[in-house]
């Protein structure tokens, strides 16, 4: 399947179907900041909130990053997993950088296929082959309780409904 998302106004199709709630989540391999592969099971028994972005260094990414940084600090049993295309070393100089220690960063640079799996593959425009903005958060068991893919790129998500449903 495929729906459309627009960037500055512009149609872009997305290949796939986000995650819908109720669902139990696709499984998913992606690359930690320590070069080490990760899976949800990585993270078992605890509720994760996806921020996924196209890449931190546009304006609207990192700030998403900031806020779900912000907020994870009062979240109980739940991990912040930001999910780009960037590369591990530059998710960690930013998050440095930036001072955030309650998000974890893993990069799809070495598993496109979570594009296509979860959803969020631009398949056209300029940022082909980097993901659409999306959240979703899942339960202790990776059912699937929120998800949200941005309609406009440049947009920000809604921080207060996926952090609602936790």
Request: negative net charge.
């Amino acid at each position: 399947m495929s729906q459309t998302v627009t960037l500055k106004g512009n149609p872009i199709r997305v290949d796939g179907d986000l995650p819908a709630t109720g669902t139990l989540a696709p499984a998913l391999a992606l690359t930690a900041t320590t070069l080490a592969e990760v899976t949800l099971a990585d993270y078992a028994g605890k509720r994760k909130v996806l921020n996924i972005v196209p890449s931190l260094d546009t304006p609207t990414c990192a700030t998403s990053t900031r806020r779900f940084n912000e907020s994870a600090a009062a979240l109980v049993n739940t991990v912040v997993l930001v999910v780009s295309a960037d590369l591990p070393f530059a998710a960690q100089r930013f998050c440095t950088l930036e001072g955030l220690d309650n998000v974890v960063h893993l990069s799809t640079f070495r598993h496109p296929e979570f594009l296509k799996n979860w959803g969020v593959a631009l398949a056209e425009g300029p940022l082909v082959g980097l993901t659409a903005r999306a959240v979703v958060v899942l339960d202790e068991n990776d059912k699937v309780l929120h998800s949200q893919m941005v309609g406009e790129i440049a947009d920000e998500p809604d921080y207060a409904a996926a952090l609602k449903v936790l």
